[in-house]
């Protein structure tokens, strides 16, 4: 099992070293940096044991770096209509995460604006932390929190062949391409396929079915 905590648009070094702080507690130590502030002392001195997470921290200026993850969880607060599944944080043992060759990203949006749209477009839920009348996480809390629930998933006895985000994204652009002039793309239908193909999980195979019926 490959889990990795995504950052988008950090806004301040202090927090990227909290987070990876709260990483090594849990005993996670993928960190994925998009567009993040300038990584500073500040850093290194708050993640203390987790320094390590941090200097072998990928960074990435767009989202094609979360292509080979086959499943996406974005966590919010923020009040959207974003026609995804909204799990709770305790939950997350049931998602199919366990399984060994499950490459699983979890996103954390900006301190103050949350995730982008563009990144929550790629989302296949949305993870929920329940607080006291809906109060509000510092960011290296809520990812405490997380690796916490995910830290006690049994990997053992798993399996899953779940497609990549690259593989769905490639099929979006098929049936653009394939369907484009055709009339029956109407304003949102890709948008909208995209948001059932992300919830879907679907398997390559599955995928493959798909190719048949709306490529070929």
Do not use: W
């Amino acid at each position: 099992m490959s889990i990795a905590i995504v950052l988008e648009n950090t806004s301040h070094p202090g927090n990227i070293g909290a987070a990876a702080r709260a990483m090594y507690t849990m005993g996670f130590d993928q960190l994925i940096l998009i567009n993040p502030c300038e990584i500073t002392e500040e850093s290194y001195t708050r993640a203390r044991l987790g320094r390590k997470i941090i200097e072998n921290a990928q960074i990435a200026e767009s989202i094609d770096c979360l292509a080979p993850f086959h499943q996406i969880y974005g966590t919010t607060c923020r009040q959207r209509s974003l026609h995804l599944p909204v799990i709770s944080s305790r939950e997350l043992s049931s998602q199919g995460l366990s399984a060994q060759d499950t490459h699983t990203a979890i996103l954390f949006g900006n301190e103050t604006n949350g995730l982008s749209n563009e990144m929550l477009g790629v989302c296949q839920a949305i993870i929920e932390i329940s607080t006291y009348q809906n109060s509000s996480l510092n960011l290296s809390h809520a990812i405490q929190l997380i690796c916490y629930e995910l830290s006690g998933i049994d990997t053992a006895h798993y399996k899953q062949d779940l497609s990549p985000l690259e593989s769905r994204l490639q099929f979006l652009q098929q049936v653009k391409k394939k369907h484009e002039g055709s009339g029956l793309l109407l304003p949102h239908t890709l948008d909208r396929l995209k948001i059932i193909l992300n919830k879907s999980k679907l398997t390559e195979d599955e995928l493959k079915l798909l190719y048949s019926f709306f490529i070929q």
